[in-house]
């Protein structure tokens, strides 16, 4: 079959999709993508694979494709990054036959054209992109033609700069999508700002793009495509049942339950240190069924009533507002406000969450830094030196020198001296070894008179 590209490749291959699931590593794995397209997804992407290590390991390729595919997972892209156009190329031949385009995420900028061009090329399959945008709109414009001249099939353009990333992501420009969707003559989809399905529609109609990814908003509430908001026990528990058939990591397990339980497990704290600690799948079922139950009981007590507050029902899938650069700005200063009035309070340092975690796995951990061992410097590079070192140096320093003045260290177990000393020895006591000396001029057996006396 020919390989279809730009309007073409959209409408036939991808089905004219429009509501689509974004790489996100460690997170669209198949049993949240075949979650996903239950509840509208019409296209989803695979976790962004790193094409040099897909290359060099048949584990790596398994796990991350190769198994991860069945033929409800269609239409699906791969994704890939990588800065080599030949190790690029390599890794998306051997992924073209589990796929219907390979993308390359262009977060790294070195030899674009060249990448995109090569891979172009070679595939069976379209080449895919997707970009961030920059501050100004005609540099990105300028970009996506390049991309859409070296054989880009379809562009995915995310409205946020790769500065805004984190507590400093802020809004996605639309604006910069739209300009971009003008410039080019092959399919554009939207990444940003994107929470529940008015915006998906508002950001068709605004920029003009022919679908509409989402990252973040589907994580929070994977029927977001369908415009519905459902209790977060029914997905939790769908969710879990596809994981039993289609396996996958624990931790990506567990990171989708905190998504999807977020706004709850704000309300149960002791909940959410549960979930943390579970080591097993049925482990962090029992806990998500415990959740339910709790909202269950509280939704029994509040019939009737109005709700109230910013977040009424915490237990239905709902977005999670990021707060922006100078909100979390000032939310870290006052935490650090409260930790310090906390410390002036109690005489001693209060520990941080992340520390807590490690002191409950390891009961006898400190982090008192005057308790920390003091170790004494290589004289020469810094790193911590050997205490029983003749030359006072760290490992590496002392083979180079040890090796150098064919000496011994003890220390380090390094016997430079010693072996040579056994070698000459082991020499001398090998007669047929030693060199032949030549005999003395005008001595018997000399060979000038041997072959003089056979002459005659």
Sequence with gaps: MPKLQGFEFWSRTLRGARHVVAPMVDQSELAWRLLSRRHGAQLCYTPMLHAQVFVRDANYRKENLYCEVCPEDRPLIVQFCANDPEVFVQAALLAQDYCDAIDLNLGCPQMIAKRVLLAHEKLSVPVTCKIRVFPEIDKTVRYAQMLEKAGCQLLTVHG??????????????????????????????????????????????????????????????????????????????????????????????????????????????????????????????????????????????????????????????????RPGPREGSKERAGARSKRALEEEECGTEVLSKNKQKKQLRNPHKTFDPSLKPKYAKCDQCGNPKGNRCVFSLCRGCCKKRASKETADCPGHGLLFKTKLEKSLA???????????????????????????????
């Excluded at 943390?276 to 069924?289: F, H, M, W």
């Design 160 to 321: 946020r700069t790769k500065e805004q990333k984190g507590p400093l992501s802020g809004a996605a420009s639309w604006e910069h999508i739209k300009a971009v969707r003008k410039a080019v003559a092959i399919p554009v989809f939207a990444n940003g700002n994107i929470q529940c399905l008015q915006d998906v529609e508002r950001c068709l109609r605004d920029t003009g793009v022919q679908g509409v990814m989402s990252a973040e908003g589907n994580l929070h509430n994977p029927a977001l495509f369908e415009g519905r908001s459902p209790a977060v026990w029914e997905l939790a528990e769908e969710y879990l049942d596809i994981v039993r058939e289609h396996p996958c990591p624990l931790s990506y397990v567990r990171a989708h339950l905190f998504k999807l339980w977020h706004h709850t497990l704000q309300v149960y704290q002791q909940l959410r240190e549960e979930l943390a600690k579970v080591k097993t799948l049925e482990g962090i079922a029992a806990v998500s069924q415990e959740l339910k139950l709790r909202c269950q009981e509280e939704i029994s007590r509040q019939e009737g009533a109005k709700p109230t507050g910013d977040l009424p029902f915490h237990w239905i899938c709902q977005p999670y507002i």
């Design 426 to 456: 082991w020499k001398e006591a090998q007669p047929e070894l030693q060199e032949p000396q030549p005999a003395a001029p005008g001595t018997p057996g000399g060979f000038s008179e041997v072959m003089g006396s056979a002459l005659a």
